[in-house]
């Protein structure tokens, strides 16, 4: 699915995009940049207008120095100059505190009628303050319809604070008009996944428990967790990234075939996924999780320190995190399924990979390894299946055999710039289209799970262990594997 080139249609409203928290870190990053991409490239309506709003007081000018600055630093000569000025110029900024009522009559003031306009709210704040925003949107008559919001990640820290924060939107906006964006479903290659699987026939035969050994899904980082040290104590690993992209990827691996594209057949599937995960509690937390937290040591930037010297005190918080998952259904009966995911590893990579099983009968004088297919969405985003064939030349003792790579690199269309995940979602999201965004029950199902594994964690005291920065985890990572007789693709 690459992004066509279809206007967002507009019809007889005027267009606005509101972005609360809009000279926050997320912002300038992230979503001004990709805005500004899709101007570029032709995808906003004339009339587009973006209207910043956060606490601070400034001027429009003085708000607009501050987006072009980050459009350069994040784009450089990927910007051209009259794309640059056209989207500066559709900037506005309203100075917004979502505690204070005048807010909302500043805001209406600036985006005109709701009846007028076809508004897209992006509350890129902290969650804790959503509900006083929705109410705000709600008393101006900002949050009717046809108004879509878009919210961001951490939706919560449990299924029940997540019902809080969802409560709280739908009270002004009823969920088709929630876009709950986890950026990994933006990505070029996890969309490819789709690809893959459903407009290759050859695969479908393939991906069952009779042929596939178990999956491996990991999500590696090089990155500590610097400056968001004081967001990251509170969420761990399992809260950050598996709660959310790690179970993502893995509904899109495993789910069945969706009758369409549409929003709801998709998001139907990707919910059965979380529905079938057999649950994990304190029973056997221990031998299907590991978590790791990491230490001093050495990587690409150099002598790193430790996690709890970095925060300055001691922390139960995990940076790693790995488990194995069992999804009990007819397709997947006795597939493991193991996830990793941390940060201050040995390489960044985020893959798929599905080891097949070895060959039932064995012919050859050393057994062939068996099949291994190797999705690679970062930083190299490539297709390989490990097919066996004959070491070439003579032998007196049989046929040799070794495993190649069929490798289908996706790089080859490096011209083309890769995208921020962000552009796709928030054209869908200007657009209406909600396939790609996560439906409010898969949230719970998701946290339904992932509280299990906590509370685990809290009823047998499981503490992180120790990793070494620039290691490829804690000991406690690879025994989870070997317990099963298999080990990392490393
Ligand atoms: C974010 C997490 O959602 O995803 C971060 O909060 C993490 O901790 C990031 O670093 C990883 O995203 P990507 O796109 O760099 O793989």
């Known amino acids: 699915m690459s992004v066509s080139q279809v206007s967002v249609s507009q019809g007889t409203r ?69 794309a640059r000025e056209r989207f500066l110029a559709r900037l506005d900024y309203v100075v917004f505190d979502a505690n ?10 600036a985006t005109g009628e709701p009846q007028d306009i076809d508004l897209v709210v992006f509350m890129a704040t902290t969650p804790s303050i959503y509900k006083p925003i929705c109410e705000t949107l709600n008393a101006t008559g900002l949050s009717s319809a046809p108004a879509r919001v878009i919210i961001e990640k951490p939706l919560g820290r449990s299924l029940e604070s997540s019902k809080v924060i969802n ?3 739908a009270v002004a906006f009823d969920e088709s008009r929630v876009f709950r964006i986890d ?12 690809a893959l699987r459903f407009a290759n026939a050859i695969f479908e035969p393939l991906w069952n428990n009779t042929v596939i050994d178990h999956v491996q899904i990991t999500v590696a980082e090089t990155i500590g967790v610097g400056e968001r040290l004081s967001y990251y104590d509170d969420y761990g690993a399992i809260r950050d990234m598996l709660q959310n992209h790690m179970l993502q990827l893995l509904c899109l691996f495993a789910m069945e075939p969706p009758s369409s594209l549409d929003p709801d057949a998709l998001r139907d599937e990707k919910l059965k996924v979380l529905r079938s995960l057999k649950a994990i509690n304190k029973t056997n937390v221990q031998e299907l999780t590991a978590r790791g937290q990491y230490g001093a040591g050495k990587n690409n930037e150099g002598e790193t320190k430790g996690y709890e010297a970095e925060k300055g005190s001691p ?15 007819w397709r997947w009966h006795g597939v493991p399924f193991y996830l990793r995911t941390g940060k201050r590893l040995d390489r960044r990579c985020t893959e798929i990979i599905v080891q097949f099983k070895k060959t039932p009968h064995q ?51 490096a011209h ?7 552009e796709r979602l928030l054209l869908d999201a200007l657009k209406g289209n909600r396939t790609l965004f996560v439906r409010r029950d898969e949230v719970e199902a998701a946290w339904k799970f992932v509280d299990g594994i906590i509370e ?8 992180p262990e120790t990793y070494v920065t620039g290691s490829h985890g804690p000991k406690s990572g690879d025994d989870l594997v070997k317990r099963s007789g298999r080990c990392w693709h490393e």
């Open 315 to 329: 922390s139960n918080t995990e940076t790693f995190v790995a488990m194995q998952l069992e999804i009990a259904n």
């Open 456 to 463: 685990g964690w809290q009823a047998t005291g499981m503490k």
């Open 100 to 109: 204070d009522a005048a807010s909302g009559t500043r805001l209406k003031a």
């Open 363 to 413: 012919i050859f004088p050393s057994p062939p390894p068996a099949n291994r297919l190797v999705i690679s969405l970062q930083p190299d985003e490539e297709i390989s299946l490990r097919l066996i064939n004959k070491t070439p030349g003579l032998t007196q003792d049989g046929m040799h055999l070794r495993g190649l790579p069929l490798s289908l690199s996706l790089q080859e269309d």
């Open 14 to 82: 005027k267009p606005v995009f509101v972005l609360i928290g809009g000279t926050g870190d997320l912002a300038l990053r992230m979503l001004y940049p990709s805005l500004v991409m899709l101007d570029q490239d032709g995808f906003l309506p004339h009339d587009f207008r973006v209207i910043g709003c956060a606490r601070e007081k400034l001027t429009r000018e003085a708000f607009a120095e501050r987006v072009a600055g980050a459009l350069d630093l994040r784009l450089g000569s990927a910007l051209h100059a009259a």
């Open 167 to 169: 409560d709280a939107v």
């Open 416 to 422: 083309v710039r890769r995208r921020i995940a962000y």
């Open 183 to 194: 950026h990994y479903l933006g990505k070029e290659t996890v969309q490819n996944l789709i």
